[in-house]
């Protein structure tokens, strides 16, 4: 199917903003943290796990041709070039919803130069093959890596082990695939461990880029809101030109209904001494 651009941004901004939803939310969170020098915790294992999970969706290439949307350039080498990012920073170029995409653009930058980065542990032991190595590697490869694990069967994870083993190729560890499928889950242990050191500081940025999204699209729900007659609904939205698609009008209506319910979690900072290390 073909869909306009204004249908092309109401789509990524509702499935990043729902991503976001499930995964920082005080289900998955502990409540009564502040909101300055925070440290925030997962209620329990299974919801770190969960969030790991939903954390490689939103750091994973949305299927372009079921929307239509335009793929990465192919000779990118910035690995957020392939996830939500990429298409937010896109809408934030070329705005259609809101003239000034200023408050999406800033939290979207800020994650991606923090993904971008090198993540440096020391001493990864895996003891089912006996190798001790330092490992020096992008975050996003990191993370992407132990949300892969924690979703699914080893059986399901011959391209993982393929990743794993580059990790340690590029750090001086050349190993072959069944001491990769071995690893896997030692791998995972070590890994998680630093997923929950990082998680306040990546559940602020979704955090921010959430509040981004509801202050471009405040002035739109301002535009849209119309009172109706009671016999049909107690209210409804004007949806913009160029969104015929019923579907994409659905899509709207639900943006919009996020914008009049806003995010429920507040705007926070992450202690420094969790910026530190990893």
Partial sequence: MTYTKTEQEIIVLLAA?????????????????????????FKEETFKRVFSILLV???SKPKCGTF??????GNSSMKTDHTFLFYLRRICANPILNVDSSSIHKPVQQFIEWLEGECFV?????PSIKVEVNI????????RICGNIAKHNFARLEATVKDVRKVLKDNGEDIDVGKGFLILREFYEWFNSVLEYQASTIAEHLNNIRLGIFDYLS??????????????????????KDCDDPMAQEMYYELMNKVRGRPSFPRFTTAEWLKKRY
């Fill in 122 to 126: 020391e001493k990864v032991w895996f």
């Fill in 68 to 73: 239509d949307l335009p793929g990465p350039p």
């Fill in 136 to 143: 020096r590697e992008k975050r996003i490869f990191l993370l």
């Fill in 219 to 240: 002035p739109e729900y301002s535009r849209s809101d119309e009172m109706v007659d009671t016999s049909t609904g107690p209210y409804q939205f004007k949806g913009p």
């Fill in 57 to 59: 969706d939103f750091l």
């Fill in 17 to 41: 903003w729902s991503l976001i939803d499930d995964m920082v939310n005080y289900q998955n969170f502990v409540k009564g943290h502040g909101t300055v020098e925070t440290n925030l915790k």
